[in-house]
């Protein structure tokens, strides 16, 4: 007889109650490895670009509590980074149970220094949470399985959880009209600025000329996209967690092709998330052992 | 501890950073890394703001007249090569409401370092609109010049 689907949230995001296998923390500590990289690969891209400011025009987040202009017109960025790294690196180690919460309030703080010029980015939200997760399975869980299974299942739930609010967002700053084509257009010339900026020079690629030649093209565009993050809060059950996370990364190639804005680190982060890389490990290993 | 005492903490620990997350976004604006939401382009149709930054030769008079996208003059310049990311220049550019020597300083030393600027640029301030045949105007402004010989602001922006 078939099982009939567990739709238990807490069992679906963290499932404590489940048979441990090689799959499982082979999978999880791939997970954790690429969020010691990318918060160690942010915390150094950020200190780098730090140096090169003088002056806040906008303090943003912390910064708006603490007067972050200490961590300017010096090399503190440069410390605060190598820090950082040192500390994900113990917390990877399980040298300690402190050193990931540390290292995600060193970067809090790393990040407040370096986006005080008016407006920041959410490419790296997922890795944050994730670093966060990670610091508070090692701070308040028993052992080692239940650690970093809390540190996946958060990860699960804020991720459904900041894509759904970006579609609440839109549609509580916008409306229902929020999947105009006319709106696509606009962010096209925005960001096809941007490139000018950035490069010198622009040249539209297909998808932004078919967009800009069609409405209709343009509003199924956006409406595929808000579609996508309103039902993002279904990657918190297994069932539908890999069709959900295929959406979402079909979202990010849309922004990409149509706005010329990839969110690498993200796209990195649902790729391993989307997919039951734990049952498939566990498959290729009970193959191996038959063979 | 058994997997129901394990997912009863895992409640907890949830709650306990959903209010801290609600509690930091909604006094930030929504932006408090990491907890910010993602607002991005929410607010469709909006008019937006940008820059960008075209090189003219050394001793070339300036003018700072408002000319479309395609008229803007000068030679192309790209701020990646300088180390500088546009959106940060865009949102330094439209968020400073006064232009004093400290904030131009910033800004030269936004591409220069402490070095004396090694070409003559000038840093446009490019605006978007929906006009009412629903086609996207786009003007640019002359907003700053930084050369080796020394830094203007148009006149009409430093009023």
Redesign the interface.
């Given at each position: 007889m078939r099982q009939a689907p567990n739709w238990n949230l807490?069992?679906n995001?963290?499932e404590?109650?489940r048979a441990e296998s090689s799959g499982q923390i082979i999978f999880r500590k791939i997970f954790e490895s690429f969020i010691v990289l990318g918060t160690m690969y942010l915390a150094w891209t950020w200190g780098q670009?730090t140096l090169?400011?003088?002056?806040i025009?906008?303090p943003?987040?912390?910064a708006?509590y603490v007067d972050i202009s200490f961590m300017h017109g010096n090399t503190l960025p440069l410390w605060n980074a190598g820090l950082i790294s040192v500390l994900v690196l113990l917390g990877w180690a399980r040298l300690g149970r402190w050193p990931y919460a540390i290292a995600f309030v060193l970067l809090?703080i790393q990040?407040?220094a370096r986006?005080t010029?008016?407006?920041?980015?959410?490419s790296?939200?997922l890795?944050?949470?994730g670093?966060?997760g990670f610091a508070?399975g090692q701070l308040?869980?028993?052992d080692e399985t239940?650690r970093s299974r809390?540190g996946l299942?958060?990860t699960y739930?804020?991720l459904g959880l900041?894509?759904t609010?970006?579609a609440i967002?839109?549609l509580?700053?916008?409306g229902i009209?929020?999947?105009?084509g006319?709106?696509l257009?606009?962010?096209i010339?925005?960001k096809a600025?941007?490139?000018?900026?950035?490069?010198?020079?622009v040249e539209l690629n297909f998808v932004q000329e078919l967009a800009l030649s069609s409405l209709l093209i343009a509003t199924l565009f956006?409406a595929f996209g808000l579609i996508a993050e309103l039902f993002s809060w279904l990657v918190w059950f297994r069932r539908t967690r890999m069709w959900v996370m295929l959406a979402i990364l079909g979202l990010h190639v849309g922004i990409w092709l149509t706005m010329d804005i990839l969110f690498i680190l993200s796209v990195y982060e649902l790729i391993i998330l989307a997919f039951p890389w734990d049952e498939w490990i566990d498959k290729m290993l009970e193959r191996r052992r038959r063979a | 501890m058994n997997g129901k005492a394990l997912a009863k903490k895992a409640r907890t620990i949830g709650t306990v950073v959903l209010v801290v997350y609600a509690v930091t976004v909604a006094t930030n604006l929504g932006e408090f890394w990491p907890f910010s939401i993602y607002p991005m382009f929410s607010q469709g149709g909006n008019n937006w703001s940008r820059s960008l930054v075209r090189e003219f030769p050394e001793d070339d008079s300036t003018s700072w007249e408002v000319v479309g996208l395609a008229d803007v003059p000068g030679a192309p310049f790209s701020v990646k090569k300088m180390g500088v990311d546009p959106i940060d220049l865009a949102n330094f550019v439209s968020k400073t409401t006064i232009w004093d020597s400290v904030r131009v300083a910033a800004l030269r030393n936004m591409f220069f370092g402490s070095e004396t600027p090694l070409y003559q640029i000038v840093i446009y301030r490019v605006r978007g609109e929906l006009t009412e045949d629903h086609e996207v105007l786009v003007e640019a402004t002359p907003y700053v010049l930084l050369s080796p010989k020394g830094d203007q602001v148009n006149p009409e922006v430093q009023q």
């Open positions: 807490m069992d995001l963290f404590f109650d670009y090169r400011i003088s002056d025009v906008l943003l987040g912390l708006r809090i990040y407040a986006f010029l008016g407006e920041i980015p959410h790296s939200n890795v944050g949470m670093l966060l508070c308040f869980y028993p239940s809390f299942g958060f739930f804020f900041a894509y609010s970006a967002s839109k509580v700053a916008s009209t929020w999947p105009d006319r709106h257009w606009m962010w010339n925005e600025v941007d490139e000018i900026a950035r490069s010198g020079f956006l | -």
